[in-house]
């Protein structure tokens, strides 16, 4: 009888969890926003903290008793608020549970856990701590930042809140963005909230414009393949949003903002509507005018985050793209200059492209993000390419399997991935150090 050793353990899966590409990401795992609000007491503010952390850093596990391969991680996230002697003002903590239903979403890094924090303080200068502590990192996430004195003698606080999917004049769960230096880039429908007061019969309007950023770029770009062209400018009128109140929700994948309107002159956002096929990656600037008259301007940023790194360099692209063309396409992609291959290849996405109204692509952004984790998490010391062997391509054509099981069979290795809404199973043998064969593919007994 020949001695099978069966183990299904989600520590055999660590090759997927403890995923690599992060150290080489151009996103963030942990990000905050901070909004500041007028009181009915003009001595202190209420203040808004809003902080995401993707799935990739959360350390799930499988759900005891499921059978449904459930996955849930725990959190815990600290805020400490200091006034300017260093004094500690506040302190609060939030503890909860992450749950996601396949193993794939567990390594998501467009996936988070988005809650808040909402406190009052006195209107003068603190400094800002939140941590994210799970037991995969020893050292916590941590985002700091300061805040003055908010000066709301103008009219308006400049510190707007930045938010998406929402149709006017329908107020209820609009997302927030959790960015704190603006916007996030993909297919949004986005907007300004800025928080204002006393705002009646004003002719209020605003212009935007595309500017040179002074921040060096963290990534060094390979080649020209997502060169915006041209500096954007638009400008537009601005609606006065009146509020009894607001207040703000999580469902845990978002924080939203549901506002109540009323006709009190001193509860007010300015609405200002970004258009959603103008608003690219960059650094903008922003000014309001109230009836001609400049009254306030702030700088913000459109940022790709967890953009691909695979798509830094053209040659690279291409070059994955050899799964999904046939002979003549990739032959047609790849013979030609370095423009001209960019073109194509974007022309190539375009067609594909879900959201055609906007500059974003979601399609070819989800194919080069399994590039990377492909290349990082399934290299070798024989095969240093990760995105090149055989659990890579499956990865990159199929996504994160929903389970592996791990075989042993004598002295002979197996790795099984199971994708359930597909019915297939993928069965991988290793044939030398570190290298897996895709030597069989069958569907899933029931």
């Given at each position: 009888?020949?001695?099978?050793?069966?183990?299904?353990?989600?520590?055999?899966?660590?090759?997927?969890?403890?995923?690599?590409?992060?150290?080489?990401?151009?996103?963030?795992?942990?990000?905050?926003?901070?909004?500041?609000?007028?009181?009915?007491?003009?001595?202190?503010?209420?203040?808004?903290?809003?902080?995401?952390?993707?799935?990739?850093?959360?350390?799930?596990?499988?759900?005891?008793?499921?059978?449904?391969?459930?996955?849930?991680?725990?959190?815990?996230?600290?805020?400490?608020?200091?006034?300017?002697?260093?004094?500690?003002?506040?302190?609060?903590?939030?503890?909860?549970?992450?749950?996601?239903?396949?193993?794939?979403?567990?390594?998501?890094?467009?996936?988070?856990?988005?809650?808040?924090?909402?406190?009052?303080?006195?209107?003068?200068?603190?400094?800002?701590?939140?941590?994210?502590?799970?037991?995969?990192?020893?050292?916590?996430?941590?985002?700091?930042?300061?805040?003055?004195?908010?000066?709301?003698?103008?009219?308006?606080?400049?510190?707007?809140?930045?938010?998406?999917?929402?149709?006017?004049?329908?107020?209820?769960?609009?997302?927030?963005?959790?960015?704190?230096?603006?916007?996030?880039?993909?297919?949004?429908?986005?907007?300004?909230?800025?928080?204002?007061?006393?705002?009646?019969?004003?002719?209020?309007?605003?212009?935007?414009?595309?500017?040179?950023?002074?921040?060096?770029?963290?990534?060094?770009?390979?080649?020209?393949?997502?060169?915006?062209?041209?500096?954007?400018?638009?400008?537009?009128?601005?609606?006065?949003?009146?509020?009894?109140?607001?207040?703000?929700?999580?469902?845990?994948?978002?924080?939203?903002?549901?506002?109540?309107?009323?006709?009190?002159?001193?509860?007010?956002?300015?609405?200002?509507?970004?258009?959603?096929?103008?608003?690219?990656?960059?650094?903008?600037?922003?000014?309001?005018?109230?009836?001609?008259?400049?009254?306030?301007?702030?700088?913000?940023?459109?940022?790709?985050?967890?953009?691909?790194?695979?798509?830094?360099?053209?040659?690279?692209?291409?070059?994955?793209?050899?799964?999904?063309?046939?002979?003549?396409?990739?032959?047609?992609?790849?013979?030609?200059?370095?423009?001209?291959?960019?073109?194509?290849?974007?022309?190539?996405?375009?067609?594909?492209?879900?959201?055609?109204?906007?500059?974003?692509?979601?399609?070819?952004?989800?194919?080069?993000?399994?590039?990377?984790?492909?290349?990082?998490?399934?290299?070798?010391?024989?095969?240093?390419?990760?995105?090149?062997?055989?659990?890579?391509?499956?990865?990159?054509?199929?996504?994160?399997?929903?389970?592996?099981?791990?075989?042993?069979?004598?002295?002979?290795?197996?790795?099984?991935?199971?994708?359930?809404?597909?019915?297939?199973?993928?069965?991988?043998?290793l044939v030398s150090s570190g290298i897996f064969k895709l030597f069989e593919i069958k569907a899933i007994e029931k």
């Amino acid at each position: 009888m020949r001695f099978i050793i069966l183990i299904i353990l989600m520590s055999t899966m660590n090759i997927l969890s403890l995923d690599k590409s992060e150290y080489f990401s151009n996103g963030k795992n942990f990000e905050t926003k901070h909004f500041i609000l007028p009181t009915e007491n003009n001595d202190s503010i209420r203040v808004l903290i809003f902080f995401k952390a993707s799935n990739s850093v959360q350390n799930f596990k499988k759900v005891n008793g499921s059978n449904d391969s459930k996955f849930e991680s725990e959190l815990t996230i600290e805020l400490l608020v200091k006034d300017e002697n260093k004094i500690i003002r506040k302190r609060k903590q939030l503890k909860d549970k992450n749950r996601v239903d396949t193993y794939s979403k567990t390594i998501l890094k467009d996936q988070y856990y988005s809650n808040y924090f909402d406190i009052v303080l006195l209107n003068r200068k603190h400094d800002f701590e939140i941590s994210f502590f799970n037991d995969i990192n020893v050292d916590p996430l941590t985002s700091k930042f300061s805040q003055l004195d908010v000066d709301i003698n103008n009219g308006i606080i400049d510190n707007p809140l930045f938010v998406y999917n929402y149709t006017n004049p329908k107020y209820n769960n609009i997302d927030i963005f959790i960015n704190e230096s603006g916007f996030t880039f993909g297919p949004y429908s986005s907007r300004l909230l800025f928080p204002s007061i006393n705002f009646k019969n004003e002719a209020l309007s605003y212009t935007v414009e595309m500017i040179e950023s002074k921040s060096p770029k963290k990534v060094k770009v390979k080649s020209d393949l997502f060169t915006w062209k041209e500096q954007l400018s638009f400008e537009g009128s601005i609606n006065i949003i009146n509020y009894r109140d607001i207040s703000f929700t999580s469902n845990k994948k978002d924080v939203k903002l549901s506002i109540n309107r009323g006709s009190s002159p001193t509860n007010q956002f300015l609405e200002i509507l970004m258009p959603e096929d103008r608003i690219v990656p960059g650094t903008y600037l922003i000014k309001i005018f109230s009836d001609g008259k400049e009254i306030i301007r702030h700088i913000f940023m459109v940022e790709w985050q967890n953009k691909p790194i695979s798509l830094e360099n053209i040659d690279f692209a291409v070059e994955k793209m050899f799964y999904i063309l046939d002979d003549k396409q990739y032959d047609n992609l790849n013979s030609s200059k370095n423009k001209e291959k960019s073109r194509r290849l974007l022309e190539y996405w375009n067609a594909k492209d879900p959201t055609p109204t906007t500059p974003y692509n979601e399609s070819m952004a989800q194919y080069f993000s399994r590039v990377d984790f492909s290349y990082f998490n399934f290299s070798t010391l024989a095969q240093k390419d990760g995105a090149a062997t055989d659990r890579g391509k499956i990865f990159i054509l199929k996504g994160g399997p929903d389970k592996i099981v791990n075989l042993t069979e004598g002295s002979q290795r197996y790795e099984n991935w199971y994708y359930n809404k597909l019915n297939e199973v993928y069965s991988f043998k290793l044939v030398s150090s570190g290298i897996f064969k895709l030597f069989e593919i069958k569907a899933i007994e029931k």
